[in-house]
């Protein structure tokens, strides 16, 4: 999936940042002009992320491809801009949120 996600980004112009935990994603977030984040919840611990972009990060447009089960808790973080894709997620999911 990132090789493909690599080259669409390629095609739109778009720079990619990955991070395997929630302390690299806010490294990331701290470290870089980010203006979409695509996250994928797998565990409970991993809306921590959300909770941050919600605090300090609010101008980012946000995907979010999540269980079934998380969908409902996700609905506290009415303040940011995100938007949830269906999962599991794939690039054409990707590409329909990203391109207008």
């Known amino acids: 999936m990132h090789e493909e996600f690599n080259e669409f980004s390629d095609e739109i112009k778009a720079k990619n940042f990955y991070a395997n935990s929630t302390e690299e994603s806010i490294g990331v977030l701290n470290e870089q002009k980010i203006d979409t984040v695509i996250i994928k919840i797998r565990k409970i611990e991993d809306v921590s992320v959300l909770k941050y972009i919600n605090d ?4 980012i447009k946000v995907l979010v491809s999540a269980r079934k089960d998380f969908e409902e808790a996700l609905t506290i973080f009415s303040q940011i ?3 949830n894709v269906s999962s599991p997620i794939g690039l054409a999911d990707i590409k329909g949120h990203l391109v207008h």
Do not use: D, R, T
């Open 56 to 59: 300090y990060y609010k101008n």
């Open 81 to 83: 801009n995100f938007e």
